[in-house]
């Protein structure tokens, strides 16, 4: 099985620069009807209906835009708990008031994140969240998701395990990020769910 995990990094590594082309071809407008679709479809997840906390981020870049699903959502009273990033790669977490309560922050030489400027929660604050929206690349007909390589949400999925809470986990991409297959090793965790600005796909049994 560790063989198997080695050789699938270099596979995972082309997928996603593959991935991460064509959405740098997305112009800005693009961008923000996917936004605004991907919220109404996400709005009609039942899972998302009877959340009262839901753990989710800020897309940057030509990400699949969250804004518009993260007020929507606030307006509805529930609780949204925002990542920031920690020196470790880990996330903790702090809870979204608007998007006045969001901070630029410049993590060395990556990418400039959007996080909460408030109080900090702890890395288990996660762990009462009944829904996990998730960033990726892609996922594939298990339900499983191609991250950005970094390993924050590995860690996050390890927790939720450890601590022995299921919350349901969505995965956010555009339509043509919905695939056949990517790799898998032994610690991916499938979703429950890929919502994409046409529609909703659901990976029964996770």
Known sequence: MRHLGREAE????????????????????DVREAAVALADRA???????????????????????????????????VDVLL?????????????????????????????????????????????????VLLPGLA????????????GSYDRVLARLERTGVHPALVVLLYDSEVVGHVPAEAHDRPVRAAVTPSGVHRFPGN
């Open 139 to 150: 996922v594939d007909r298990r339900g499983m998701r191609l991250g950005r390589g970094g």
């Open 10 to 29: 270099p596979d995972k590594r082309m997928l996603r620069r593959e991935f991460l082309a064509v959405r740098n071809r997305l112009t800005a407008d």
């Open 83 to 131: 990542p920031a990033l920690l020196p470790d790669n880990d996330l903790d977490w702090g809870a979204y008031d608007g998007e006045g309560s969001l901070a630029r922050v410049q993590h060395g030489g990556k990418m400039a994140l959007f996080e909460p400027s408030g109080e900090r929660l702890g890395p288990d604050a996660v762990t009462a969240a009944d829904v």
């Open 43 to 77: 709005l009609g997840l039942p899972e998302l209906a009877h959340a009262r906390t839901v753990a989710a981020y800020v897309s940057v870049g030509s990400e699949p835009g969250t804004l518009p699903l993260l007020d929507a959502l606030r307006a509805r009273d």
